[in-house]
Nanobody, 124 residues
Framework: QVQLVESGGGLVQAGGSLRLSCAAS????????MGWFRQAPGKEREFVAA????????FYADSVKGRFTISRDNAKSTLYLQMNAVKPEDMAVYYC?????????????????WGQGTQVTVSS
């Protein structure tokens, strides 16, 4: 049974930083791509960042490029999202997702398992 548990969300001031973590279990973590998605109230879920199985390939949404960094520690089966220069429009529930394959992808349908999400609130 695959479990993805996000942590690290909370309240951050605009311009500040936050690091999200996602602890994975149930499948060999290093075999699969991982991604972060987010959903703000009244909006559809959107892609944030993705990373391939070994971390060599990463993709970012244009809205977070240069501010957010996705990374992974395969030895710890953990995914990270470093969020810097946070903006009010970054406020959302952030979801960790595990891919169907080892290849990073921006499309939600290419992810087989999802976490419960962690709330990020940005104060301006």
């Amino acid at each position: 049974q695959v479990q993805l548990v996000e942590s690290g969300g909370g309240l951050v001031q605009a311009g500040g930083s936050l690091r999200l973590s996602c602890a994975a279990s149930g499948r060999t973590f290093s075999n699969y791509a991982m991604g972060w998605f987010r959903q703000a109230p009244g909006k559809e879920r959107e892609f944030v960042a993705a990373i391939s199985w070994g971390g060599r390939n990463t993709f970012y949404a244009d809205s977070v490029k240069g501010r957010f960094t996705i990374s992974r520690d395969n030895a710890k089966s953990t995914l990270y999202l470093q969020m810097n220069a946070v903006k009010p429009e970054d406020m959302a529930v952030y979801y960790c997702a595990q891919g169907r394959t080892s290849l990073a992808d921006t499309r939600a349908r290419e992810y087989a398992y999802w976490g419960q999400g962690t709330q990020v609130t940005v104060s301006s």
